[in-house]
């Protein structure tokens, strides 16, 4: 299997806190992709970082790439419970197929 | 900006039965779609790859005459699932392709029901 693995798989934090979760993965990539999903909705793009960069921000959100180590991971600063999601991580292959972590269950409290 | 559509959003059917789900691309060309499936609390699962006039490419320990692709044009992609089993209740998510770019785009997804 080429998913990768996402830790925490849960996370409940307060509001205003930040929310740092991370991601592994096995193969080579050009990029990893971050997708926020709400209770059975589909997904939503939120970042990409290319396998040349280390890091990237997006208003709230900084998100880090470790080609050396597989692994990435996305801050969300200042919380708000409308961050309330899962967050998934997802690699894409050459043929274009996505291959997503396990994913990390956000819940922050108001 | 581009549009994935999935209908239907919900389906409920009994065993043995097939249900039949959409996935259109509504303002682009979709050269490629792909399917994938999620369980509850899980993360998505790349089911096949379905290419416009061709045979779709099934990901390892999809079973193809269980799940069967059709993408006859370009901008429709179907997905049916065949003599449905209660396991098979499961949120359906599609994707396709742009032909320039590689942009990839998510339907809003269809959930699935076997009683």
């Known amino acids: 299997s080429q998913q990768g693995e996402e830790d925490p798989q849960a996370l409940s934090i307060q509001e205003g806190e930040n929310a740092t979760m991370n991601c592994s993965y096995k193969?080579?990539?050009?990029?990893l992709q971050w997708y926020r999903q709400n209770s059975g909705r589909g997904l939503v793009h939120l970042i990409l970082?290319?396998?040349?960069?280390r890091e990237k921000h997006s208003g709230r959100l900084r998100v880090t790439l470790d080609t050396s180590k597989k692994s990435s991971s996305l801050l969300i600063t200042a919380s708000r419970a409308a961050d309330t999601a899962s967050y998934f991580c997802?690699?894409?292959?050459?043929?274009?197929?996505?291959?997503f972590g396990t994913g990390t269950s956000l819940t922050v409290i108001p | 900006g581009a549009v994935v559509s999935q209908h239907p959003s919900w389906v409920i059917c009994k065993s043995g039965t097939s249900v039949k789900i959409e996935c259109r691309s509504l303002?682009?060309?979709?050269?490629?779609m792909f399917w994938y499936r999620q369980f509850p609390k899980q993360s998505l699962m790349l089911m096949a790859t379905?290419?416009?006039?061709?045979?779709?490419?099934?990901e390892q320990g999809v079973e193809k005459d269980k799940f069967l692709i059709n993408h006859a044009s370009l901008t429709l992609s179907t997905l049916t699932v065949t003599s449905a089993h209660p396991e098979d209740s499961s949120f359906y998510i599609c994707?396709?392709?742009?032909?320039?770019?590689?942009?990839?785009?998510f339907g809003e997804g269809s959930w699935l029901t076997v009683v």
């Open positions: 997802a690699t894409r292959s050459t043929g274009n197929q996505f291959y």
């Open positions: 193969t080579s990539i050009n990029n």
């Open positions: 970082i290319r396998s040349n960069e």
């Open positions: 303002d682009f060309q979709a050269t490629t």
């Open positions: 379905s290419n416009e006039g061709s045979k779709a490419t099934y």
């Open positions: 994707s396709a392709q742009t032909g320039a770019g590689n942009t990839i785009y």
